[in-house]
């Protein structure tokens, strides 16, 4: 079982979650972050940290956002690992509210 980032992180890239992950599973993207499948240990930690509800156990991803767990190996296999939160992006609230946000997308 892995969890996975969700389309809600994507303009947003808050790093709460990065600063709970016993495991360093998260990578980080020119506008959003993943998990790596394989390096999740299941924890949970990181879901209840996200301000804006990307994260998803695999086995309760929303309607819609299903490809993200694709996503999410395919991108941290080319992404570089992130350990330690960050500033998040300047506009990142402007961008919370946002629905349908896989086109922005940057990889």
């Known amino acids: 079982m892995t969890f996975l980032v969700g389309e809600s992180c994507i303009k947003c890239k808050l790093t709460d979650c990065v600063e709970v992950c016993p495991v360093d599973c998260f990578y980080e993207g020119p506008n959003m972050l993943v998990i790596h499948p394989d390096e999740c240990i299941d924890c949970a930690l990181c879901e209840p940290e996200c ?44 961008w919370r509210e946002v629905p349908d946000k896989r086109r922005y997308l940057e990889r």
């Open 51 to 94: 301000p804006v509800d990307a994260i998803f156990s695999e086995d309760e991803i929303p309607d819609g956002q299903e490809e993200f767990l694709e996503l999410n190996a395919e991108l941290a296999e080319t992404w570089p690992n992130i350990t330690e939160m960050k500033a998040p992006p300047e506009d990142e609230a402007d």
